[in-house]
């Protein structure tokens, strides 16, 4: 009895670990995020789809999508950022994600209607019916892109540095399998709205999308409710104030903490006893001012973080046109790579970056947090090295001699392959499958006629050599961006969180936005090679400044070797750190 009681047990205590850890709330955090990622990359890959169709198989709308949403996170971003700090974290979660799925399923429904009825609307007020439709769905997708940054700042920089507590090690694994359902939801879901309107209609599409959205968003509501009742902590939310005074009684003497303590006292009771009035007092001006106050206040913040150059040097990636976006595949094309091959360079580069979560994690233990970043920005660049090699080898179409600026009144409005998503390393998802090969001649013909359309095949020497070098610089490039993100959730404190990451997301938009218009002036192939070097030195750049910040950071023990110490994941506290963490 004994020796079979004995294996029973066990099996009960496995079984109770197992149900205790798929009911945690980190494992609801997981799921909560990969059903709203995957929805999130459908609808990013099937709109642009939506309004290539729309409009003729023309990349203008989806241009115009991009501009907006870009410069929309650009402008906005500390301002969305300063709502997620000032109000609770239930509160914006839920609020963010209602917004986010209703506009994609408001969306969906109108486009749905133009598909249907296009025909009728074209000759309603001479197409101005139409024109206004177009409008209305990039004003509402630009609203949902706007509640998934919300959303993204909320849960993946504040609710997950709170549901791991204390423990580092915790954070950073939960940071990593974070990135891990973004890079395979990157492929997958991509994937499967493509079957489904390739198999069936853009209609049909858009109303799965709908419909996904809405189901999702349910399930998604009451997640964010069980983790929120499974963390008390999630209820507790230092304010700006508050947090000031701590960092002011944490440089006192302990003698002098209790006087300080009522006098905070007495100020809270002040200000709340005054606050009627000074609402009274706000005029017009003052409101109108208070966004752009808020703006500047930001970026100033951003200023004075201690993190500030790790985080300049994570926007500086996104300046590059080394990643799968739609103007690396177009170059791809015109070098006689098939969708197929690139199909797999892009399963490929998902695998890499998904090895790349993996060397975060174990490097952070052996080595410490930001040398992970200075090992992981050696590597990337490194690899990147094989990319500015292939510029020269046999079958690279680059020609000093064609300028780079010929006929670009012309290609303007025909060529702007801008992002309707952005992540470091130029991982857009622009479903362009289609059209995607004419993307850098600036037309919807393969109008190009140099050297790289003839009949005669080219060295795949060039071409090879890059692809090498981007699928392999990923391993670098994502263990750097989540020793970043890291970074910033360990040395901001509480009260600034979504400020300082939404002022973060700008920069990461204008130097991706930099990039896309880098390409609009010089569109042609023979541009390419000049725009690679370009992106290199972009990325070099990028890792000077974060160079420069573990200098600044470790000092003296900057060239110390790893070891497998614990202790050594202390060196991500930064002088002046005042996080939770």
């Known amino acids: 009895m004994a020796r079979g009681a004995e294996p029973a047990g066990e099996r009960r205590r496995r079984c109770g670990s197992v149900l205790g850890y798929f009911t945690s ?16 990359r459908m609808w990013h890959f099937a709109v642009s789809v939506f309004l290539v169709e729309l409009y003729g198989n023309s990349l203008l709308l989806t241009a115009v999508y991009g501009l907006v949403v870009a410069g929309s996170v650009l402008l906005l971003g500390a301002i969305i950022g300063d709502w997620v700090d000032k109000n609770s974290r239930l509160k914006v979660a839920q609020t963010s994600l209602v917004v986010q799925n209703a506009s994609v399923i408001l969306c969906g429904i109108i486009l749905m209607i133009v598909f249907w009825f296009k025909t009728q609307l074209l000759t309603l007020y001479h197409g101005w019916l139409l024109t206004m439709c177009y409008i209305l769905v990039i004003t509402i997708a630009n609203i949902a892109n706007l509640a998934s940054t919300a959303t993204a700042i909320t849960i993946q920089r504040d609710w997950i540095v709170v549901v791991a507590g204390e423990d580092r090690s915790k954070l950073a694994d939960m940071n990593a399998t974070i990135r891990r359902i973004d890079q395979l939801t990157n492929i997958l879901a991509p994937m499967a709205v493509g079957q489904i ?27 964010l409710w069980k983790v929120y009742q499974k963390t008390p902590t999630l209820a507790l939310k230092c304010s700006k104030v508050e947090e000031s005074e701590l960092k002011q ?28 009035q000074q609402e009274k007092e706000v005029g017009c001006a003052a409101r109108v001012a208070e966004p752009f106050i ?98 020269f080898m046999p079958g690279s179409p680059m020609d000093l001699t064609v300028s780079p600026f010929a006929d670009i009144s012309a290609r303007l409005f025909k060529s702007e392959p801008l992002p309707t998503i952005a992540s470091p390393g130029g991982e857009t998802e622009m479903a362009l499958a289609t059209g995607v090969p004419n993307v850098l001649n600036g037309s919807t013909t393969p109008a190009h006629s140099g050297p790289e359309m003839s009949p005669e095949p080219v060295p ?22 989540l020793t970043v993100t890291q970074l910033l959730q360990e040395n901001v404190i509480e009260s600034e969180r979504g400020i300082i990451n939404g002022v973060q997301n700008s920069m990461n938009y204008l130097l991706d936005l930099l990039h896309f218009i880098m390409v609009i002036l010089a569109p042609n192939p023979e ?32 060239f110390a070797c790893c070891t497998p110490d614990p202790k050594a994941v202390s060196d991500s506290s930064l002088p002046g750190n005042t996080s939770t963490v």
């Not at 302990?254 to 200000?271: F, S, T, Y």
């Not at 015109?334 to 993996?358: D, K, N, P, R, Y």
Request: proline share 2%; charged share 10%.
């Open 527 to 558: 541009a390419f090679g000049l725009l690679v070097l370009i992106s290199v030195s972009f990325v070099a750049m990028g890792h000077i400044m974060y160079f420069r910040f573990a200098q600044k950071s470790l000092g003296k023990q900057l």
């Open 294 to 391: 808020t703006f500047r206040d930001g970026w100033v913040a951003y200023y004075n973080q201690p993190v500030f150059l790790a985080g300049m040097g994570l926007a500086f990636l996104y300046m590059t046109v080394l990643g799968f976006d739609c103007i690396t595949t177009g170059y791809a094309y015109t070098q006689g790579l098939s969708g197929s091959v690139l199909s797999l360079l892009m399963g490929a580069s998902a695998v890499t970056g998904i090895m790349g979560t993996v060397a975060f994690t174990w490097l952070r233990r052996k080595c410490g947090l930001i040398r992970t970043g200075l090992i992981s920005g050696v590597a990337q660049f490194s690899c990147l090295i094989l990319c500015a090699i292939s510029v």
């Open 249 to 276: 009684l944490n440089a006192k003497k302990d003698n002098d903490m209790k006087p300080a303590e009522g006098v905070q006292l007495i100020v809270e009771k002040d200000v709340s006893g005054f606050e009627p």
């Open 25 to 40: 709330a980190k494992f609801l955090l997981y799921l909560g995020h990969a059903l709203s990622t995957w929805g999130d």
């Open 197 to 223: 309107m390739t198999f069936g209609s853009p209609m049909i599409g858009c109303g799965f999308i709908s419909g996904w959205n809405l189901m999702s968003m349910c399930v998604e509501y009451l997640l």
């Open 460 to 481: 795949l020497i060039s071409v090879s050599l890059l692809f090498a070098g981007v699928i392999a610089a990923r391993v670098g490039l994502w263990s750097f961006d």
